[in-house]
């Protein structure tokens, strides 16, 4: 099972900094928190992970709380081409963890 | 430098029949792992090949096979299809060395009749 919650839906306006929100109260303190997004009849893509530290790219930003129980993932300037489902995702290190996917949240990108 | 390629793209079988689907990773990596992914869900692990061997299984049964090659690239093989089995196959490939992110192919949509 995912060791993730996250909301269903959101949306927000093109342009706009999106908030995606993600629970993981159960962590351990070797996993770490991926995020992928995946737009319709699409392999799912990479976006950003982290252990402990906020994480930078160039797609997003990734902001962990502290205690780690939960994580943020801002896309700064919402396009319509980021209408995708987003999974937050808990792995432990090393290439041979598996991806343990839950139902991702639904990002709705408004014109 | 070519992604993670998966062929066919779409593929329609009929109940009880056997399928083969294909994989070429990413180029450098040596680590595949294959997802099944029902409508309206997230995708859900089926098992990894290195160096050929088969490393983890999720809960999938028998049925469902694979096989690398020693290019890296790798099969998967489903017996006695049902219709169940319908769903998009997704490929994705890691270096075993280092926490590198996985790349996805676009998968392969099977669909059962």
């Known amino acids: 099972d995912a060791k993730t919650t996250q909301p269903p839906s959101m949306d927000c306006a093109e342009g706009r900094a999106a908030n995606l929100p993600c629970n993981h109260s159960t962590i351990s303190g070797n996993e770490y928190v991926y995020w992928y997004r995946q737009i319709h009849s699409q392999g799912p893509q990479y976006i950003i992970h982290?252990?402990?530290n906020n994480e930078t790219n160039e797609m997003a930003s990734l902001i962990i709380t502290e205690d780690r129980k939960s994580s943020t993932l801002i896309l700064p300037h919402a396009t319509l081409r980021d209408t995708a489902v987003y999974y937050c995702i808990v792995r432990a290190t090393g290439a041979n963890s598996k991806l343990t996917f839950g139902k991702g949240i639904t990002l709705s990108v408004r014109p | 430098d070519a992604g993670v390629t998966q062929s066919p793209t779409h593929l329609i079988k009929t109940r009880g029949q056997q399928v083969t689907l294909r994989c070429s990773p990413k180029?450098?990596?040596?680590?595949v792992s294959w997802y099944q992914q029902a409508l309206g869900q997230g995708p859900q692990f089926i098992f990894q090949y290195y160096e050929e061997e088969e490393r983890q299984r999720g809960n999938f049964p028998d049925r469902f096979s694979g096989h690398q090659f020693p290019n890296y690239s790798s099969e998967l093989n489903v017996n006695a299809l049902l219709l169940g089995d319908s769903a998009l196959y997704l490929c994705a490939s890691t270096k075993n060395r280092g926490n590198t992110e996985a790349f996805f192919g676009q998968g392969t949509r099977l669909t059962v009749v």
């Open positions: 982290g252990l402990k």
């Open positions: 180029s450098g990596h040596d680590t």
